[in-house]
Nanobody
Framework: QVQLVESGGGLVQAGGSLRLSCAAS????????MGWFRQAPGKEREFVAT????????AYADSVLGRFTISRDNAKNTVYLQMNNLRPEDTAVYYC??????????????????WGQGTQVTVSS
């Protein structure tokens, strides 16, 4: 059974940093592209970042480009999201997701079939 577990969320002041981790178990981690999405209260889930199976290709939402970095360690079955210069509008529940049997990146949540439970990120002004 595939399981994704996020960690690293919390409360941080504007301008601060957090690093989210997503540990995967079950399946072959290195075969799948991974993504990070977020959902703020009253809003739809939105794309944040995605990475291909080898880590050689990434893509970001315009709103986080230059501030967030997605990476992965296939030996540890873990994907990361380094978030710098955080803003209050980054406040949301952050989810990692797996694109099963697809090695390439995607910005659409509909193309991910396994999701973690989410981790709360709150940025105070």
């Amino acid at each position: 059974q595939v399981q994704l577990v996020e960690s690293g969320g919390g409360l941080v002041q504007a301008g601060g940093s957090l690093r989210l981790s997503c540990a995967a178990s079950g399946g072959t981690f290195s075969s799948n592209a991974m993504g990070w999405f977020r959902q703020a209260p009253g809003k739809e889930r939105e794309f944040v970042a995605t990475i291909n199976r080898s880590g050689s290709s990434t893509a970001y939402a315009d709103s986080v480009l230059g501030r967030f970095t997605i990476s992965r360690d296939n030996a540890k079955n873990t994907v990361y999201l380094q978030m710098n210069n955080l803003r209050p509008e980054d406040t949301a529940v952050y989810y990692c997701a797996r694109r099963t049997n697809f090695p390439t990146t995607s910005t659409s949540p509909n193309e991910y079939d396994r999701w973690g439970q989410g981790t709360q990120v709150t940025v105070s002004s």
